[in-house]
């Protein structure tokens, strides 16, 4: 089947009114000018590769959507695949969490977390993406990890990222803003939100955290699963978690932070909302300010994966290397961070995970391909039609 007369978004340049030719799902040749009789014309839009998220937050919105108002767990599994298909999204990694006492209640009970798990690992085959599971250990709730272990063991994970939402570092090295928001997000009083601070800091020098993370790396490792860092705020901490063996640097929350994983050969992943936005949510980096400096790589849904496309836009504006350089980030690099070698770019062999964009005041996804058939299309390139080809 030919794609014709795209305005193909290629590793290294843009090619105006190009085509490609798909055979059993892979990249068979690609040219530099129209077709004839190609199965779907694309009026010059752009064409490029599916995006791959390696850090969604989105699952435990769609199986708990309100407070006290639960899904069922494959309900909200097909939901997200939906939803992630017309973002442009082909790989899907979606970040579960091993964090019992976190404020999002059951969801991330190891109960729930397990079965999200099981669940997205038995759809797999019927889902219109490829979805795989990003594991976030948190590292001082060592109750977790026999869980964790057992499917790591299982083969149920495909990647691991260590957190540690301790107080007074990382994500939440502002102490004071930090039991404000407890307070604020839990309806209590600032005396009872920082009494819950006190406790998470004195729960920290538990010498068995280091011994269980220890073995969870190694685990991962031997599993041959990328392992990300979370919240990397300090050159020392990127040393740390690079000496254990971590290659991906997630959300580093400072400067200095993303220069040292950069300096290691750390592949360093923000937020596309907050390339979007120009800012953190959290007051912390801004992705913008990481790209234009050269210190970012790849860029991840986070929590909302329509940022994807104006987020690529946004960046392709004030990085070099424009558009090509910045829907790499999306791509091709979050692809190889994440060990995949057959996805991530417009290239002969590779697989025909592809995205339609419309530029324009909001840019706009046309259609989605994975393996070369349509799971999204808003009928603006004549799916019938393409699908008879």
Known sequence: MWLGNFTLVLPDEVVKQGSVRIEDGVIAEIRDEPVANAAIDGGERLLMPGFVDLHG????????????ATMPIDFGIHELDKKLAAAGVTTAYAAVSFATE????HVRSLETTSAVIEGMNRLRDNLLIDHRVHARYEITNIGAAPTLERLLRAGEIDMVSLTDHTPGQGQYNNIAAYIASISERRAITEEMAAEIVRQRIAKRDNPDIDVKLKEIVALSLQQKLSLASHDDDTVEKVAEMYDLGVTISEFPVTMPAAEEARRR???TLMGAPNALRGMSMSGNLSAFDAAKAGLLTVIAADYHPAAFVPGIFKLADGIDGGLPAAVAMATGNAARSAGLTDRGEIAIGQRADLVV?????????RATFRAGRFVYSDGTLHPLRALAA
Request: overall charge negative; aromatic content about 8%.
């Open 357 to 365: 964009v419309e530029p324009g005041n909001v840019h706009r996804i």
């Open 102 to 105: 976190s404020v999002y209640g």
């Open 57 to 68: 937050d989105m699952i435990e919105r769609e199986i708990a959507p309100r407070p006290n």
């Open 265 to 267: 050969g750390l592949w």
